[in-house]
């Protein structure tokens, strides 16, 4: 998004195909603006790396040039449906308590189990996440965005985030760091909330791993981001344009590509294993450290801190309370959310199979629905079949509600592997008073 001065001193927006960041003040009509442009497909394709769907506001924030309650002000008047955005909002003050509670959340895991967690020393395969040559084209895309403009999509974010834990096995904070390094709204607070939770040892396990091929399906369905961040791609057809190994050697060929000479091989080739090995890692480290697994939930532990303790205890200084916690005699432990695979996997280690998969299928459906909602649109007869099979779905289901039967199962934006009952989702009795 480009933003500029008009000769009376007017900011105009002029351009929404790349994101500049201006370092002056933005009147409300130009947050109107952003919000107005961001927010409008915001619930449903805020995923789109290859599309300006969201709001971009991040450097002004974290510069202090907009302020937030200026932001969530202007966001109530855009007369758009917004709880996502507002939501995302909110996490940006989350972070910054989490940093007032945890002062060493850039350098130290908040889960005390995982600061024990095995880590690679490869420094060829940082040089290439950091680079953008890692061979798989959705990575290198955004990690280059990132070098060339300073920022990159919440997305894009993740993906490169789970490939350099999950597939590269490299510790979160190079990714830290070197978004530190080069993100224009780079942002100790969230950066560390965010990294950390990537990296498996912060307060919100993500209870996504994003697959580097198949994420492309949500954020750059038409490979049009690719082609932009990667040029020497830009020939490929769109069904190999994230996975150019798998392309036939004559059409690499037509496209100008030698795989190794002008655009690199892929550096690890087996994810299901490295996938695999992630998950024992982190089942290693919860089982050497089993005195922060909460016995009852199978959920990780961390030791509420001290500021934390004093506040739900309600002392001042100078209380007798306020010595207790002073003296570090004992540590208080919470139980925090934790992924249900690390819980399955722990509980039994030698079994090969994963109900509780998490990593992402990206949006399968993208083609169906995007079909129908165009149709819908122009086609009179296609919207009447439409409803007509909406009907026939509903009567369906009733049917079986009245029969007794099993409901069959939804396949529309269906992106997860993970069931929708599971033992670890009941509240054990010993947490009855909470949950009550
Ligand atoms: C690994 C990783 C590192 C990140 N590092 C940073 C960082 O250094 N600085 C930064 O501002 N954001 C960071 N984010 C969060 C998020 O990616 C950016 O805030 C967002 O992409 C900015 O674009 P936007 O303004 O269009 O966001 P929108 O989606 O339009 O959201 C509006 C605002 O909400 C806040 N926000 C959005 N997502 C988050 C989030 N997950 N956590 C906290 N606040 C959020 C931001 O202030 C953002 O500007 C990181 C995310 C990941 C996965």
Redesign the pocket.
Same mark, same amino acid.
């Given at each position: 998004m480009a933003i500029y001065l008009t000769p009376n001193n007017q900011q105009q927006i002029m351009s929404v195909d790349y994101l500049c960041w201006v370092p002056y003040f933005l009147s409300n009509k130009i947050i109107n603006c952003l919000l107005f442009l #961001?927010?409008k497909h *915001?619930d449903k394709e %805020?995923g789109r790396a290859d599309k300006p769907y969201? %709001?971009?506001? %991040?450097?002004y /924030?974290?510069f202090g040039q907009i302020s937030?309650r200026t932001?969530l002000h202007e966001a109530y008047f855009t007369k758009k449906s917004v709880p996502k955005?507002l939501r995302? /909002?909110a +996490?940006?003050d /989350? %972070?910054y308590w989490l940093l007032v509670l945890f002062p060493d959340m850039h350098v130290e895991p908040v889960r005390p189990a995982y600061k024990s967690q095995r880590w690679s020393s490869d420094r060829s395969h940082l040089r290439a996440w950091q680079k953008g040559m890692t061979g798989y084209p959705l990575v290198d895309a955004a990690m280059r965005e990132l070098w060339l403009t300073g +920022?990159?999509?919440?997305y894009s974010?993740?993906v &490169? $985030?789970s490939f350099l834990v999950a597939y590269l096995h490299l510790h979160w904070i190079h990714? *830290?760091r070197w978004?530190?390094d080069t /993100?224009v709204? $780079?942002? &100790?607070a969230?950066?560390a909330?965010? +990294?950390q939770n #990537?990296g498996m040892s912060g307060l919100d396990h993500w209870n996504f791993v994003m697959h580097p091929v198949d994420a492309a399906m949500t954020c750059d369905p038409y490979g049009s981001y690719v082609r932009k961040w990667c040029p020497e791609l830009a020939g490929l057809p769109d069904e190999y344009i994230h996975k150019p190994w798998k392309c036939p050697p004559s059409q690499l060929r037509r496209a100008g590509i030698v795989l190794g000479q002008n655009y690199p091989h892929r550096i690890v080739v087996d994810l299901e294993e490295r996938r695999e090995q992630s998950l024992r890692d982190v089942v290693e480290v919860r089982q050497k450290h089993s005195e922060y697994v909460d016995k009852v939930s199978g959920s990780d532990m961390v030791s509420v801190p001290d500021q934390l303790l004093a506040f739900t205890l309600g002392c001042a200084d100078g209380d007798d309370n306020d010595d207790v916690i002073k003296s570090n005699t004992c540590q208080f432990l919470l139980p925090v959310i934790t992924r249900k695979e690390f819980k399955y996997k722990t509980l039994q280690p030698n079994t090969k199979d994963n109900p509780y998969n998490t990593v992402l299928k990206g949006y399968v459906s993208r083609k169906r629905d995007e079909t129908i909602a165009y149709m819908n649109e122009r086609h009179f007869t296609a919207s009447t079949i439409n409803e007509g099979a909406q009907m026939y779905e509903r009567r369906e289901r009733t049917a079986r509600i009245m029969e007794g039967l099993p409901q069959m199962r939804d396949p529309k934006n269906k992106s997860r592997r993970t069931p929708t009952s599971d033992p670890f989702s009941i509240v054990p009795p010993a947490y009855f008073h909470l949950a009550n």
């Open positions: #961001g927010i *915001y %805020s969201t %709001s971009h506001i %991040s450097p /924030l974290h937030p932001v955005f995302k /909002l +996490w940006r /989350l %972070s +920022w990159m999509c919440n974010r993740h &490169v $985030a990714g *830290y978004f530190q /993100l709204d $780079a942002d &100790v969230i950066n909330m965010m +990294w #990537g």
